[in-house]
């Protein structure tokens, strides 16, 4: 069945919205975005672009003056004036009311948005504008885009025209994410299997190899929902070598894989995704299976040993390319496509990036026959947040490719791009660095996508079991986390394609706050979590590794260790190599996957939510049946309530369509707390309560149709006399001086006010990261004097 070929859109703004002179015309598209356009023959733009698809927003409230010398025109966001003459700085100007100011030609404040690639870069890299500044002004230069016509197919603009999409926001980003995608069009939801973890190694895997690597995983309890199968699936060292190198290629390589349908039905048996790597710019070459059907298609003799040349912009070719070459392997059981395009952005069609066909036509032929659609591929420019997944390139093995990438994957928030898919670990180059790979890992836990990766190379590997005990052991405990996310990552994945990434950058949140612009390491995960990565190695000292972090105004729980800090304050957080700050708000719950729950095709069948109890709050777990998108999704909604005042936790029947959840569901209840004084009722009945380290735990088990209540009595926060426990830790692993260690914990359990307390122990000198980590603890909210 051919897909089809047309995304929807309605690129024609309503008149209403619409000012305009002979060359000139403005469109006030919302209370905070403008379209500028200037044309030399007077002819203006209505067909979609890459990146503006819905210009049929409803009309804001505006005032219009329109002087002899100049127009102006003004919401509550925003005062545009401007001299109906050419662009310029002196005669285009855009104001907000908190004193924000841009003039055509001169360059944003503009906080970032994201890059077309990691390639090569061995740490910071540039980045492209997104639709968030500081003074509240951001511009989108739509200018060079290619069009698409009303039925689909590409077309370029008439010379001499600006385009400029003008976000006068302010600080509101999140109204701002919310015109965009409006404008643009809004995120997919991705299939829940995307979103567990993802084993990829550039490597010549033999079937056998591959499925005997899956069962190893299986033995070691390391779950995994999607099997990359890089490019040696196809012929690369049999190409004959009058067709060049083998980069490119469409056909098995039998010497491999010698039944590729039984591979993949194995593969899929073990509850796995497939994708493979594909690189198309070399064309369809005469050694390839599908080449005569190919070129019978495109009228060229099969005999003549002519390579096709790859060209999207040739309908013909588009068509055979998905017909002949993609589906005849789908049809074997390959699920999606990787798509690693590095040959540039020119094509036949000036101004016509192949990228940019690459991931709109592959997205619209992903959803064919009622399929979720998904693409895997690079990011083309503003807009590709509409296409699914973005592979980033091939990171290079550092420490600084470690430290930039959490703020390269917040920031790409701020152009709506929210499923970055890094080379976790690092893709070539650099040094082994246990510590590093097991940091990466963690922060790939906390990524949009979870994707290891590594070079063809022998020497860098990601298996768990190639590292030392400990590494080990963290990265296992990663793995196995990331699945149990999976719930609360799927709800998110609802929630981004209505119009909030699951990572954003901390001043998304608290846009006002100077600290949260300091901080661009940080982020929130989703709507409950906030996450401080450890992205530089541990010291020698403590043994610990240490972040800086801005806690906004609330309480928050760690998830691990079940400590709760006060926010509205910087700190620095230090962990061992088992562990990350990931912190819960308060009031925040978190559902997650029993531990025996790996299978990422399927909705689970026991639910644990972890409770920080010390305010009250609310969240809805959403679940689908992994088909469609858009308006014809069918969800199951579970409403969860905790009421802090009453200590009652509801969790409500499911909503929705049945056959979507179980019909029954376990339910472990596990409280961010020190255990409850009191019995537990479950439905009014007395249940046991599994006690652990700051936290305690109920099981029950309940139809998913009806409401199941948790009645608990918390205790009092405790007092100085936590301090003992985790300040002792932290003294007794410390690779220092024994006496002064026993002075300081003189110091830190004497009943003395905090302020002595860390007044005494900065008068004893004692190195920088230690007095840190004691302080850390000392100035938490339970362990406080």
């Not at 890299?125 to 500044?133: E, K, M, N, Q």
Request: charged letters at 20%.
């Amino acid at each position: 069945m051919t897909a089809n070929r047309t995304m929807p859109s309605r690129p024609q703004a309503h008149h209403a919205s619409v000012l305009q002179g002979e060359r000139w015309r403005v469109t006030v598209l919302t209370d905070g975005l403008l379209r500028l356009e200037w044309a030399d023959d007077g002819v203006f733009e209505d067909r979609a672009s890459t990146f503006a698809l819905n210009r049929a927003t409803t009309t804001p409230r505006f005032t219009v003056r329109d002087d002899h010398d100049a127009l102006t025109v003004s919401t509550p966001r925003f005062q545009l004036h401007y001299d109906r003459h050419e662009f310029s700085a002196q005669g285009l100007t855009v104001t907000t009311p908190v004193g924000g100011r841009w003039r055509f030609g001169e360059p944003a404040d503009n906080l970032g948005g994201t890059a077309r690639t990691l390639d090569e870069a061995d740490g910071r890299t540039p980045l492209d504008h997104g639709i968030a500044a500081r003074d509240g002004i951001a511009v989108v230069d739509d200018s060079e885009s290619f069009l698409f016509d009303a039925d689909g197919w590409i077309a370029t603009r008439g010379p001499g025209r600006r385009d400029l999409y003008v976000f006068a926001y302010g600080h509101d980003y999140t109204a701002a994410l919310k015109a965009l995608y409006d404008l643009s069009g809004h995120p997919p939801v991705l299939p829940r299997w995307a979103l567990g973890n993802w084993w990829s190694r550039y490597h010549p895997y033999t079937a056998d190899e591959y499925l005997k690597l899956f069962d190893r995983f299986d033995a070691e309890e390391l779950p995994f929902s999607v099997a990359v199968i890089d490019m040696d699936w196809h012929r690369v060292d049999s190409v004959p070598p009058r067709y060049g190198t083998g980069w490119t290629g469409y056909s098995w390589e039998r010497r491999l894989i010698p039944d590729p349908t039984a591979f993949l039905d194995q593969l899929h048996r073990r509850n796995l995704r497939t994708t493979l790597n594909l690189h198309p710019a070399d064309g369809v070459r005469p050694f390839e299976d599908a080449y005569p059907q190919m070129a019978r298609a495109l009228g060229i003799d099969p005999e003549s040993d002519e390579t096709i040349p790859f060209d999207l912009t040739d309908k013909k070719f588009l068509d055979a390319y998905f017909r002949l070459l993609h589906h005849p392997l789908e049809d074997q059981g390959v699920d999606f496509w990787w798509i690693d395009w590095q040959q540039g952005a020119t094509s036949r069609v000036p101004g016509v990036d192949p990228l940019w066909l690459l991931n709109h036509f592959h997205f619209l032929d992903s959803g064919r026959e009622g399929r979720r659609p998904m693409a895997f591929s690079r990011y083309a420019g503003p807009g590709s947040h509409r296409y699914g997944i973005g592979f980033s390139g091939d990171s290079v093995v550092s420490w600084a490719s470690l430290a930039f990438q959490p703020e390269f994957t917040a920031s790409a928030a701020n152009i709506g791009y929210g499923w970055w898919s890094h080379d976790i670990g690092g893709h070539t180059r650099g040094t082994r660095d246990d510590e590093l790979a097991t940091r990466w890992l963690q922060l790939g836990v906390l990524s949009p996508i979870l994707r290891l990766h590594s070079a063809n190379n022998p020497f860098i590997r990601k298996e768990p079991w190639e590292f030392p005990l400990e590494a080990r052991h963290a990265m296992g405990e990663a793995l196995r986390f990331r699945h149990r996310l999976l719930p609360y990552l799927h709800t998110m994945n609802h929630r981004a394609a209505a119009g909030l990434p699951l990572v954003r950058p901390m001043y998304h949140l608290a846009p006002d706050s100077a600290e949260a612009y300091e901080v661009p390491n940080q982020f929130a995960f989703g709507s409950e979590l906030i996450v401080a990565p450890i992205t530089s190695p541990r010291d020698p000292v403590t043994l610990l590794g240490a972040t800086p972090v801005w806690l906004p105004p609330g309480t928050w729980t760690d998830i691990v260790t079940g400590t709760v800090y006060d926010g509205d304050r910087r700190a620095e957080f230090h962990r061992g190599l088992d562990s990350v700050p990931v912190l819960l708000r308060g009031g925040g719950i978190l559902p997650l996957a029993g531990p025996a729950e790996t299978d990422a095709t399927r909705n689970p069948e026991h639910l644990e939510l972890l409770v920080a109890p010390s305010d009250s709050g609310t969240f809805t777990l959403v679940e689908d049946d992994g088909h469609g998108d858009g308006t014809n999704l069918r969800t199951v909604s579970t409403p969860l309530r905790w009421d802090a005042a009453t200590g009652v936790l509801r969790i409500g029947q499911a909503l929705g369509p049945d056959g979507i959840v179980p019909g029954e569901r376990a339910w472990t209840v596990t409280f961010l707390a020190e255990p409850p004084t009191g019995p537990v009722l479950v439905d009014g009945q007395s249940v046991e309560v599994a006690v652990g380290q700051r936290r305690f735990s109920v099981l029950t088990k309940a139809a998913t149709s009806s409401e199941v209540t948790v009645e608990v009595e918390l205790p009092e926060p405790a007092g100085a006399g936590r301090s003992t426990e985790s300040i002792q830790k932290v003294l007794g692993a410390a690779q220092f001086d024994n006496p002064v260690k026993l002075r300081m914990w003189e110091i830190v359990s004497s009943p003395k006010p905090l302020a002595a307390k860390i007044a005494a122990l900065h008068a004893l000198r004692v190195p920088a990261p230690l007095l840190g980590a004691v302080v850390e603890h000392l100035t938490a909210r339970d362990e406080q004097s």
